[in-house]
Structures are given as structure tokens and as C-alpha cells.
């Protein structure tokens, strides 16, 4: 039996060697080290889903000033977050090698980002479930697994999924046609709202574990552009589950019957952090400049 996480499709279908040096345990521990982006990612994830849960943060007390506390409970692995403690210990030293006043400038772009969503944000929901790991059965020997940043029971009894993203929204017209910026919100308290316009893997793949696991619609998946206002979302018809459902068992037998995971040189080999080990990887980075442009901010989430 073997579990597939959508994120891990996307990294196969970037790159079939990034997903082998990431699926081998001791490749991973050696190479893969964590990023500012990936702790900034991590702390505001683990913050709101401490915020969102009511048996923990009432309703009433949702403030700013308790996310900007839990942010910096998670950053810190502390409080709420002290299982962690050890872990967030290594990962800072990892990102930022001691350097604080680097550290504090991206802690301070998370408080700023938290802060720009509780804006717009409805403080009042009560989510089903937050940052909780699910796993259906595709086949007999294929599960799909996920761990979902947050689901809502919407008024009609119908599901939404929302999956938070700090990074940038993906420069596409949804309107189709030349890529555009994204929009400002609509007003200074509302977030924008649109659909997301393209086809979407790791949202599919939610609407269908999510249909699957709590039997009921999931009417709508959201990515929640945290810094941006902005809401991407796509409403999924069954047709489009059931396509993605077959699309997505495809792709895991296409994994598993791969044996040589060859290497997909890329504009991001030079952010990969199996490049060491990656002669292909190397040589493509070199060519284009390694780190010489800014990665893109979505990558590590
Ligand atoms: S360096 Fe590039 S080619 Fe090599 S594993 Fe990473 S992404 Fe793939």
C-alpha cells in the first residue's frame, strides 16, 4: 500500500529526482533544510489554527494582537507550540544561521501579513476541522492523503476547503488573457474574490478527500492569499472529481512503476536543495545563474 500527498504529485511532475531524494529519509534530513519562507509558512499555519479553534480561542477573543501572540508562540515553539520547541530550535538556526535582525524582519513580515488578513477576515467561523490529516482509499494498493489547513460546514450544510497561502497569488488572468497582477480588494474590508481560473491538482485532490471522507458536497476550494485580500477558488462539479479522481491514480502508477526518477532540470534548481547531489540539477543552475533572480515565493508551501 502506498500513500501519495498531492503536494508530492506536483514535486514528481516538476521533477521526478526531487521527489525521490525527498521520499528517501536520509537524503531528506541530510539536504532538505528549512527556508525563512517555509518557517514564516509554518508559524502562521500553526497560529490560525489555533485561532480558528473555538476550544481554544473563543469567537470574541480573536483579535490581532491574539494572532500576532500565537505567531510568535509558534515562531518561538512555545506555549501551544512547545511539542515543537526542539525542532523550531533547529529549523531557525537552519533559515537564518543566527542572524537576528534578519530573523526579526521576516517575524515582522508575518505579524504584518496576519495582520492584513484578520482585516478582512471572518473572525466569527467555526471550522469543522483545522490543519488535520485525512486519507482516503483509491485503490486497492493506493491511499491519497492530505493534510488540509481547514474545512467549513457553509449555511446550506455544503463544505468548503481553504488551503492559506503566504506566498504570492499565480500571475494568471482569470478572465483568460495576458497575466495580470492580482486585484486589490474590492473595499478596504472585503477580500477579493475569484475564481481561480485554471486547473488546479492539489485543490482537486482536496475536494475529492474531502467529498470522500465526510460524504458530503464540497461546493467550493479556496485559496486564502493571506497577504493579498485575495480568494482563489474553484467550485467543483462531480464530473470534475470523478476526472480528477482517475487523473490522480495515473499519475500514482505512473510513480510507482518508475524506476529511474530521472532529473528535471528547471528555473528552480537553483533554490532545489538536492543540488549537491544533483549533477544535472548543478550544471542547469549554472548555466542560468544560480539564485541570481527571486525564487518564487510559492514554492516552498
Ligand atoms: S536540482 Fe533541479 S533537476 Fe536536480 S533534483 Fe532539484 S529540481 Fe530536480
Redo the contacts with the bound molecule.
Keep these: 500500500m502506498a500513500t501519495f500527498y498531492p503536494t508530492q504529485i506536483q514535486t514528481y511532475l516538476?521533477?521526478p529526482?526531487?521527489y525521490f531524494?525527498g521520499k528517501d529519509r536520509e537524503i531528506r534530513a541530510k539536504y532538505s533544510k528549512a527556508s525563512p519562507h517555509m518557517l514564516l509558512g509554518n508559524a502562521a499555519h500553526d497560529a490560525l489554527q489555533v485561532f480558528f479553534d473555538v476550544t481554544r480561542v473563543r469567537p470574541p477573543e480573536r483579535t490581532v494582537e491574539k494572532l500576532h501572540e500565537l505567531f510568535r508562540d509558534a515562531w518561538a515553539g512555545r506555549a501551544f507550540f512547545s511539542r515543537n520547541g526542539w525542532k523550531q530550535k533547529e529549523a531557525r538556526e537552519q533559515a537564518f544561521g543566527g542572524d537576528k535582525a534578519t530573523e526579526a524582519a521576516w517575524g515582522k513580515k508575518g505579524l504584518d501579513m496576519l495582520w492584513r488578513y484578520v482585516q478582512t477576515a471572518d473572525l466569527a467561523a467555526q471550522p469543522l476541522t483545522a490543519e488535520q490529516f485525512h486519507e482516503i482509499w483509491l485503490t486497492e494498493h493506493i491511499t491519497l492523503g492530505g493534510k488540509i489547513d481547514r474545512i467549513d460546514r457553509r449555511a446550506d450544510g455544503s463544505l468548503e476547503v481553504l488551503d492559506y497561502k503566504t506566498g504570492k497569488p499565480p500571475r494568471v488572468d482569470w478572465k483568460g488573457g495576458e497575466p495580470v497582477k492580482a486585484p486589490a480588494a474590492d473595499d478596504a474590508t472585503r477580500r477579493s474574490v475569484r475564481p481561480l481560473g485554471q486547473d488546479d491538482l492539489q485543490l482537486a485532490a482536496y475536494a475529492l478527500l474531502v467529498t470522500r471522507k465526510f460524504r458530503g458536497k464540497v461546493a467550493r476550494c479556496t485559496y486564502v492569499y493571506l497577504n493579498d485580500d485575495l480568494d482563489l477558488f474553484f467550485e467543483p462539479t462531480d464530473e470534475q472529481i470523478k476526472e480528477k479522481e482517475a487523473e490522480i491514480v495515473a499519475y500514482c502508477d505512473r510513480i510507482l512503476a518508475d524506476r529511474t526518477f530521472a532529473?528535471?532540470?528547471?528555473p528552480?534548481?537553483g533554490w532545489?536543495?538536492?543540488?549537491p547531489i544533483?549533477p544535472?540539477?548543478?550544471a542547469?543552475?549554472a548555466t542560468v545563474g544560480a539564485g541570481s533572480s527571486t525564487p518564487v515565493e510559492d514554492v516552498p508551501f
Excluded at 532529473?263 to 528547471?266: C, D, H, Q, S
Design positions: 516538476h521533477c529526482r526531487k531524494f532529473p528535471t532540470p528547471n528552480l534548481c532545489c536543495d538536492y543540488r544533483c544535472e540539477g548543478e542547469h543552475a
